[in-house]
């Protein structure tokens, strides 16, 4: 196959700013334009991102669909409740989209109003979209029209608890999930509870048992589990710009050992290209996968409480946004899985 055409909706925010990144190293991809709202369309992309200066050139163009050249792939990277209204136009037009926002996760219409206070204005979209998770639905994202990227925390939370569910080994009623992001996760937007000021030496809660990331949760480990799955999931805030860990607690079905939970999570994950499972004596930590699309996870388990522990960690805008979407393009349009993404990270 030759080199697909894409486009960048929503270009000019953190997960544009490395789909960009990430495309522009890709051998198969095009990028043909960078859209974006009013704040900065008719700005240069090097204006906007200095980092880009000498990689991209061109201005950031209009949200208009009507627009736009035609290409084969659109990166909806738009907040939700915006992305929903724009995917139709580029579906019609014959573009496969791929979309970062929350408009196509969850599917019950009813779920996403409770959740987001909303109805959802494009509620087909629901039915049509394939869950981005490739370790778990990679069959199914092969040759798909629209994809729902997952979020940050739904991505290395799924990805902790898979094995898990998959074999029947825990108590459902157990999950406790106890996560941390990065300010960057909060996206690019200026709020007083992202101003350095605020965060900096500062480290707290939010949004405990009704963060928007639940039912997403909820939903695919129930899919996993073949019933319906309640979780305790509390988000925490880190001073760091960019990381992501989820300490995973829970309560094993039946008596078990470490050295069988190991085995268990290397053999799921054995020919994942993006998953690390570490050995017995090392545990994840966010520099270790910071500018990658790697999810590094270890499995512990407390005899004396009767414990699982898995703590994984991702790049929350990486593997947790930008680096999934470019690794669902691959394969949805049948490219090498690590295509544009064998980066080393940034570390030290």
């Avoid at 790697?294 to 680096?323: E, F, H, W």
Wanted: glycine fraction near 10%; charge should be negative; hydrophobic fraction near 40%.
């Amino acid at each position: 196959m030759g080199k697909i055409k894409v486009g960048i909706a929503g270009a000019a925010g953190y997960t544009g700013c490395e789909l960009i990144r990430l495309l522009e190293m890709h051998s198969a991809a095009e990028l043909c334009w960078l859209m974006t709202g009013e704040t900065n369309r008719g700005k240069s992309v090097a204006d906007v991102f200095p980092q880009l200066r000498g990689v991209r050139e061109d201005v950031f163009l209009p949200l208009d669909p009507a627009g736009a050249e035609k290409v084969d792939l659109v990166f909806m990277a738009m907040p939700h409740g915006l992305a929903a209204a724009l995917i139709p136009p580029f579906r019609e037009s014959g573009a496969r989209v791929i979309d970062l926002s929350a408009d196509c996760r969850l599917k019950d219409p009813a779920v996403y109003r409770h959740w987001y206070d909303k109805e959802h204005d494009a509620p087909e979209l629901l039915r049509e979209a394939v869950y981005g998770l490739p370790e778990l639905y990679r069959r199914h994202l092969a040759g798909a029209g629209l994809v729902a990227n997952p979020g940050c925390y739904p991505t290395v939370s799924i990805l902790c608890l898979a094995p898990l569910l998959a074999e029947g080994r825990v108590r459902l009623d157990t999950i406790v999930i106890d996560a941390k992001s990065g300010v960057s996760g909060a996206g690019r937007g200026l709020t007083l509870g992202t101003h350095y000021a605020e965060c900096n030496e500062d480290f707290l809660a939010y949004k405990p048992a009704r963060h928007r990331h639940m039912p997403e949760i909820e939903q695919e480990l129930s899919l996993l589990a073949g019933e319906a799955v309640s979780i305790c999931f509390v988000p925490h805030l880190v001073p760091m710009t960019r990381g992501m860990m989820a300490t995973v607690y829970c309560r094993p079905a039946a008596p078990v050992q470490g050295p069988a939970l190991q085995a268990l999570y290397e053999t799921f994950f054995h020919d994942e290209p993006f998953v690390q499972v570490l050995g017995a004596g090392e545990l994840p930590r966010t520099k270790a996968v910071q500018g990658t699309n790697r999810c590094q996870m270890a499995v512990r388990y407390d005899p004396r409480s009767d414990t699982i522990l898995v703590l994984g960690v991702i790049d929350n805008l990486v593997k947790g946004a930008s680096g999934q979407a470019v690794q669902n393009m691959n394969v949805v349009f049948g490219f090498p899985e690590t295509e544009g993404l064998r980066g080393v990270g940034l570390y030290p």
